[in-house]
Every structure is written in structure tokens, then in C-alpha cells.
């Protein structure tokens, strides 16, 4: 079976398992900051706020972005939008009401 990688279903997938990875990937790596650096957390909370870690990951998506406009993908590269921009309106809304705090 042969898939056609031009495909905006194949950005979207894309789109959406690299930050989920990125996510777990900076959240072990923030529990390792926690314990190598327990002075610099402050009642229970992490050494990175959990909105940025959020973001961080969001941000990930330049990664597979970047490789799909080397191949020419345009399809592709218009799924990964979509999904980063379903990602980010997501990550608004939850952590939105917090920023004007």
C-alpha cells in the first residue's frame, strides 16, 4: 500500500501526534528540572508553567511544517496548519482567562 504523503488528512495526523509527543518529551523533562532544581519551585509548582509547556508543544509543529515545504507537500503542510491552529485556539480558550490575571 502506497500512501500519497500530499494528502491534508496526512498533515493533520501530523499535526497532532507531534505535539502530543513534544508534550510528553517536556513534561518528563520539567518533572527532571523539578528534581534537579527543587529550590526554584514554589508551592508545588513546576520549574515551567504548565501553559508554557502546552505551548512548547504547539509549537513543534514548525518541525514537520518545515519538512513538508523542503518536499513541496502543500497539502500537507495546510493540514498541519489546521490542526496547529485548532491546537492553539484550544490552548486560548483553556489558559486564555489566566493571562489577564
Not at 38 to 44: C, F, K
Not at 58 to 86: E, S, V, W
Request: aromatic share 12%; hydrophobic share 55%; charged share 15%.
Amino acid at each position: 500500500m502506497n500512501i500519497d504523503r500530499n494528502q491534508i488528512w496526512v498533515g493533520v495526523v501530523a499535526g497532532i501526534l507531534v505535539p502530543f509527543v513534544a508534550y510528553a518529551f517536556l513534561l518528563m523533562l520539567s518533572e527532571k528540572l523539578d528534581a534537579w532544581f527543587p529550590e526554584l519551585t514554589t508551592d508545588g509548582e513546576s520549574v515551567i508553567a504548565p501553559r508554557t509547556v502546552y505551548l512548547l508543544a504547539i509549537c513543534t509543529n514548525l518541525i514537520p511544517f518545515h519538512l513538508m515545504d523542503r518536499q513541496r507537500l502543500t497539502k500537507a503542510m495546510r493540514g498541519t496548519i489546521i490542526a496547529t491552529f485548532i491546537l492553539g485556539v484550544i490552548w486560548l480558550v483553556y489558559f486564555g482567562k489566566n493571562m489577564l490575571e
